[in-house]
Nanobody
Framework: QVQVVESGGGLVQPGGSLRLSCAASGTVSLVYLMSWYRQAPGMERELVASITRFEGNTNYADAVKGRFTISRDNVKNTAYLQMNNLELEDTAVYYC??????????WGQGTQVIVSS
């Protein structure tokens, strides 16, 4: 089993920055993909970015390309989402997801990001 816990959310003005962290625990050696999703009020959960644990290959949603950067630290078993030039539309609950084993997933409880002036 794998567990993930997010941190780093908060209130920020438009144009500001935040860095989210996702700490994995448990059988982390089985994790091969870490992803960030977000869900705004009244909207479906959407993929923001993902990174493969070993190769470090990344993938981004078009809405965040050039503004967000996903990274991972395999020593700390932590994935990060650096969010720059935040926009009002980035307001959402951000969730971390670890994919491990055959096709198991572990979701975190989410961290709130509010972009507001």
């Amino acid at each position: 089993q794998v567990q993930v816990v997010e941190s780093g959310g908060g209130l920020v003005q438009p144009g500001g920055s935040l860095r989210l962290s996702c700490a994995a625990s448990g059988t982390v050696s089985l994790v091969y993909l870490m992803s960030w999703y977000r869900q705004a009020p009244g909207m479906e959960r959407e993929l923001v970015a993902s990174i493969t644990r070993f190769e470090g290959n990344t993938n981004y949603a078009d809405a965040v390309k050039g503004r967000f950067t996903i990274s991972r630290d395999n020593v700390k078993n932590t994935a990060y989402l650096q969010m720059n030039n935040l926009e009002l539309e980035d307001t959402a609950v951000y969730y971390c997801r670890a994919t491990y084993g055959v096709a198991d997933v572990a979701w975190g409880q989410g961290t709130q990001v509010i972009v507001s002036s």
